[in-house]
């Protein structure tokens, strides 16, 4: 029996910053160095990696899955171009990912653990509805992208400030006065006054213990996201993922991963303004380069 495929989810900027080109550039990669590697479209509202992939319309798409059509992810798998490299297919109406069901979300994560593949490359899109955030959970590796613009770095941040919540949340009795603290909490203007995670945690050893405490203060660092810095242009934009890692770790106690920058590479851009694969410039392009060392770096510890 084939042991589980590693989940890599990427998510948490808004649209455009790249979070689809990044995860073909990985899933290129990963497969380059013989991964058997899927990369799947959970951007269901802006369903586009077949574009990027050359595929006009994906004759089977995860739709398919959530709306019954196959019951088994392995049957809406496309071969691609590429040795090593399947695709999952998104398609832009019916749902989105925000809308799914609770047990169509169990379902869907259990089936991806399933699939017959080393790697699995989730291109989560631009949401934070808690379903989003559960897939991005669930990784084994979480990466979040971003562009070295305030904007962006905020948005990031707020990302993996409402990952860590969600966790919290997920790991505490609904119905307990913990649960009711963590939402208030949640609120950057809380009454409270918490600001910080290390805040809140004292909260939490003051009125459940030390244990409660640390219990929490682990699932937290558990949470380890990887972040990229797209498309950057000058020295000074490679600096954004670093303050991404202060801030995340300074007020919410989460242990980042800077994974480094990709360049701005206006061809890259033009590929998608003239529908033409990504495929069809990779041997040749910067950005691509630019994602070795990462995917080296993701593969490192498996
Ligand atoms: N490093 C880069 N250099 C130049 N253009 C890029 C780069 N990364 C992404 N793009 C372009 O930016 C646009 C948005 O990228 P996309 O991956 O679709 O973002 P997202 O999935 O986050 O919405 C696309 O036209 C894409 O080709
Ligand atoms: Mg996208």
């Not at 808004?14 to 990669?29: D, E, P, R």
């Not at 409660?212 to 949470?223: D, F, H, K, P, Y």
Request: charged share 20%.
């Amino acid at each position: 029996m084939a042991s589980h495929p590693k989940i890599v989810a990427i998510g948490g900027g808004k649209g455009g910053v790249g979070k689809s080109t990044v995860s073909i550039l990985l899933a290129f990669w990963f497969a380059r160095m013989g991964k058997k590697t899927i990369l799947v479209d959970a951007d269901l509202g802006g369903a586009n990696l077949h574009t990027f992939m050359g595929i006009k319309n994906p004759p089977r798409t995860l739709n398919d899955f959530v709306t019954r059509r196959y019951d088994s992810l392995e049957e809406i798998c496309l071969d691609t171009e590429l040795e090593n490299l399947r695709l999952i297919g998104g398609a832009s109406d019916i749902l989105s990912l925000a809308n799914i069901h609770v047990s169509q979300k169990a379902k869907l994560i259990q089936n991806l653990s399933r699939l017959d593949a080393d790697y699995v490359i989730i291109d989560l899109g631009a949401g934070t509805s808690y379903n989003v955030l559960d897939f991005f959970l669930a990784a084994d590796k979480k990466i979040v992208v971003l562009i070295p613009q305030p904007i962006s770095i905020q948005n990031a941040y707020a990302f993996i400030r409402n990952t860590m919540y969600r966790r919290l949340s997920q790991l505490v009795n609904q119905k307990s006065s913990l649960q009711s603290l963590i939402k208030t909490a949640m609120d950057t203007n809380n009454e409270l006054k918490v600001r910080t995670v290390s805040e809140l945690l004292q909260i939490v050893e003051e009125l459940n213990g030390k244990e409660a405490m640390s219990a929490l203060q682990g699932e937290i660092r558990r949470i380890q996201p990887f972040v990229i810095t797209n498309m950057v242009r000058t020295n000074r934009d490679k600096g954004a993922g670093r303050v991404i890692q202060m801030v995340a770790d300074k007020y919410l106690m989460i242990r980042s991963v800077d994974l480094g920058s990709i360049v701005y590479e206006q061809k890259l851009y033009t590929t998608v303004t003239e529908m033409l694969p990504l495929t069809s410039l990779i041997q040749s392009s910067e950005a691509f380069a630019s994602v070795y060392g990462m995917a080296v770096t993701l593969l490192r510890d498996d």
